[in-house]
């Protein structure tokens, strides 16, 4: 270990540190500045991201680099993760801030979680041996856990978090057994060396059971079912912009860990986890877009629809070759920003008590907010998977790496319910062009705006051009794939 | 003779094994939290033997330290400060029990099946391998032309368990070992975040009406504890 590993650590440590000062402000009178810390929030993400750009001259021409005794990598699959990472953060600060100044709650403990768990992100991103992997994940776990429950004086919210930290733990107490299993069969938590292990190693019922157990935890992690049950009462429950959040930044985050852990370390059983892999990944889809016909809360239907596209996304970890890797990186993504853009419309129409959780607040939306109404179209065309919007580039890129691996019935699943989902997308639609109404009234502020725009910006850019970032995916991803291939 | 003597550890570890389970099922079946908090004591002292018979003195003593001694004296001060007296008469019990104990059976039967005749990585026969670590050395290699040239090497030295264990915290699990400080950095935090009284920003500390409830609250207290 020398300085120069401890440079690669810099975003890390960046986000961490920002993260105390950001608890020690208001005790050194920054208390009734809250309106502060939200620039204070936004500087200190600017400076990650110079950091994480900046590892990324450290480590140029090199494939990988593992320090710290091979705990920890930066590579352009880790720096990619988190670039998105730290936007979808800034994104949500961006969301919070009239959420925040509404209630009179601390805004700068507030911020400092969403750091923490920014950090926890990044170590997920990075982690090349399963124990810093799961450190990164309960200390994004914990810090999503206190923001669920941060508006203690609503009972949704406190029942929220309550059900997300009982469910959490337990999950978490599956994920380290698994880990726990997986290190008694190939003595080491590295990823490299477990495939390494796996490599000459026939079936083996404990490695099994311990590689099952690890794919349970992350798929309550991602909300696939049968692990979902708390995702839809979280998402109602939580402060509007934390699910936003849960349900962008911490799910993209479980997909990087799910991605580097399987395609890293598993593909030599792969013929053994991919039947059960899609098994879930097709009942995701299926339930999660049948539940969501039938809501009228758009929130709890937002939950059910991230549920179902859990199921779409676990389809390039199913199909393990190359375009599954780069559809998981460009759907994440595309993903992300579609729903952030749905949420900022949705907090919108949040004033006064429950106003943009029903259906019926966006009547007459194109009168009242014609650009909201116009972006909200396009998020949902994406989330459909609708050219040419960004959402199809992702979906054509996990659907076409399905159907190479020779899963072809579980492509036509997934065409058929991104269908089924087309229907209460279009609902919305219908509810904001053609049905008269007064709906909710609109206080759209310029960081709602700005967060709309930017995310309207990414998901026609991706959808209209998509060569650069599916080069850039190319870029990030081919040193993870490269492994595959040598197999 | 020889048969009973080997068989020792296996006896031991079945009765200090089935003690910590039983307990352990005691501290969620108990009333009284004062009891709970006793059977959780004798929980981490059966755990504490278990590590010793394993050969982590260390972790064993620090079990018994840190867990047996600090902790569980934090625990029963809190149990005795909030000073529950009137337990309610019936149990609380969820309606779907029965299904979570037919779920538990069929794990605990899933993992005897699975976990038992599974292949693991070769045992250490070498105890000494236990408290040793790889340590970077360099030393000085004098070439055939004179000049000397500085090499490196790893080599094993056997240290005490302790340092075994320190040497594999600070080095080997430097990363991970320092997001754990962050990891119960946040859970402070988040702990004093719900369990203060959220006030509004301005009238913490000028509110009347604050101070007099609080005052009164203290007294409540304060004759609670005297009583």
Known sequence: MTWADTLLLLPEL????????????????????????????L??????????????????????TPTFRAMFAVDAFSVFF???????????????????????????????????????MMFMASGVSLITIYIGLELLALSSYILAGYYK?????????????????????????????????????????????????????????????LAAGLCFKIAAVPFHVWTPDVYVGAPTPISAFLSTGSKAAAFAVFARVFYVAFPAFHLDWSNVLAAIAALSMIVGNLAAITQTNVKRMLAYSSISHAGYSLLGIIAMNEMGLRGILIYTMVYVFANLGIWATILMLRRHAY?????????????????????????????????????FIGKYFLF??????????????????SAVSMFYYLRLVVAMYLEEGSGAETIYSPSLRFVTALSLTVTLV?????????????????????????R | MDALTASIPLLVFVVVGTIAVASSILVVAMRNPVNSALFLLLTFLCVAVLFVMEGAEFVGAVQVLVYAGGIMVLFLFVVMLINVRALPDDRILSPYWTGGAVVGAAVFVLLVALVRPGVYHEQNDNPLALRSTTVNARHRVVQPDGTTVRKRYTRQQVVGNSEAIGMALYRDYLVPFEVASLFLLVAMVGAILIGKRELGIDDEDVDPQYI???????????????A
């Not at chain 1, 380290?176 to 190693?201: E, P």
């Not at chain 1, 007459?364 to 959402?391: D, E, Q």
């Not at chain 1, 899963?407 to 997934?414: E, P, R």
């Not at chain 1, 991706?462 to 291939?485: M, W």
Request: net charge negative; hydrophobic share 55%; with cysteine.
């Open chain 1, 462 to 486: 991706v959808g209209f051009i998509p060569e650069l970032p599916i080069r850039q995916v190319i870029e990030s991803s081919s040193h993870l794939v490269g492994r595959v291939v040598q």
């Open chain 1, 153 to 213: 004086n609503h009972e949704e919210s406190t029942e929220a978090a309550m059900k997300y930290f009982i469910l959490g733990t337990v999950s978490s107490a599956i994920l380290l057994y698994g880990i726990s299993l997986i290190y008694g069969v190939c003595g080491s938590m590295r990823l490299s060396t477990i495939a390494a292990a796996l490599s000459t190693m026939l079936s083996n019922d404990a490695l099994m059971f311990g590689i099952m157990l």
């Open chain 1, 400 to 417: 076409a790496a399905a159907v190479q691996a020779g899963f072809g019935w579980l492509a036509i699943v997934a065409v058929v319910m």
């Open chain 1, 14 to 41: 960046i986000a961490a540190t920002g993260a105390s000062i950001l608890l020690i402000v208001p005790v050194l009178g920054g208390r009734a500045r809250g309106h502060m810390a939200k620039w204070a929030m």
């Open chain 1, 43 to 64: 500087a200190l993400m600017a400076v990650t991201a110079l950091a994480v750009i900046g590892s990324t001259y450290a480590v140029a021409g090199v494939q990988q």
């Open chain 2, 212 to 226: 007099v409830d609080r005052v009164a609250e203290e007294k409540e207290m304060k004759e609670a504890m005297s």
């Open chain 1, 82 to 120: 988190k670039l998105l990472f730290v936007v979808v953060i800034a994104l949500v600060t961006l969301l919070s801030e009239d959420f925040l100044s509404e209630e009179r709650y601390s805004t700068w403990e507030y911020y400092s979680l969403l750091a923490f768990a920014l950090c926890g």
């Open chain 1, 355 to 391: 106003a943009g959780e029903s259906v019926e607040d966006f009547r007459g939306l194109h009168k009242r907010a014609p650009f909201a109404a116009f972006s909200m179209v396009v998020f949902l065309l994406s989330l459909g998977g609708i050219p040419p919007t960004a959402g």
